[in-house]
Structures are given as C-alpha cells and as structure tokens.
C-alpha cells in the first residue's frame, strides 16, 4: 500500500510560480508511474502532468504546457510539480497519483493523496 502526502500549496498572485511536492512511502516509488491531477469546485479532476518510473516520458495537460513542469526524484521518494506563470484558472486542489501507466485518467492509478490547495489571486 503506497501512502502519498503531498506539501507546498498555497496562496500565490498571478503570474507567479509555486512548486509542490508528494513524498511516498510503504511501497516502491520507483516502480510506479507518478501523476499531478487537479480539482476545481463544480469540475472533474484534470491530468496536469505525469512522469513515468524513470523519466523517460512526460505528459502535461494542454492548459499547463509550457508553464509546469514535473520532475521525480526516486533516491527521495518525491515527485515534484514546478509551476511557473500562474494564472488564477489554476486554482484547485492538486492530488499527487500513483499508478502503472502514463494516463491522463484519474482511474487509472491505483494510489492518491489527500491533496494541497493551491489558490491564484488575480
């Protein structure tokens, strides 16, 4: 059973840049494929970014390319999401997923977090 704990959220003005981060533990982080997805209020949850077990791929949601970007670290068990340009259609509750294939559906992995929010004042 992999635990995920996700940190960093906060408040932040547009076009700032804030990055948060999801450390797991109880299972083996490397052996997974590790994904960002948010929640807004009154929508459906959303890929952002996802990275697979050794970064040899990435897939980013079409509203964040070119301002997110995801990174893992396997030595710490913690994958890291760097978003740049913030706009305040970025606000959400963004859930650190852990699964076995590169998705963009939130089903598809079999691990989540409880999230952290992250608010963009305009």
């Known amino acids: 059973q992999v635990q995920l704990v996700e940190s960093g959220g906060g408040l932040v003005q547009a076009g700032g840049s804030l990055t948060v981060s999801c450390t797991a533990s109880?299972?083996?982080?490397?052996?997974?494929?590790m994904g960002w997805f948010r929640q807004a209020p009154g929508k459906e949850r959303e890929l952002v970014a996802a990275?697979?077990?050794?970064?040899?791929?990435?897939r980013y949601g079409d509203s964040v390319k070119g301002r997110f970007t995801i990174s893992r670290d396997n030595s710490k068990d913690t994958v890291y999401l760097q978003m740049n340009g913030l706009k305040p259609e970025d606000t959400a509750l963004y859930h650190c997923?852990?699964?076995?294939?590169?998705?963009?559906?939130?089903?598809?992995?079999?691990?989540w977090g409880q999230g952290t929010q992250v608010t963009v004042s305009s």
């Open positions: 997923m852990a699964g076995n294939f590169l998705s963009v559906r939130p089903e598809e992995y079999n691990y």
């Open positions: 109880g299972g083996s982080f490397a052996t997974h494929v």
């Open positions: 990275i697979t077990r050794y970064k040899t791929s990435t």
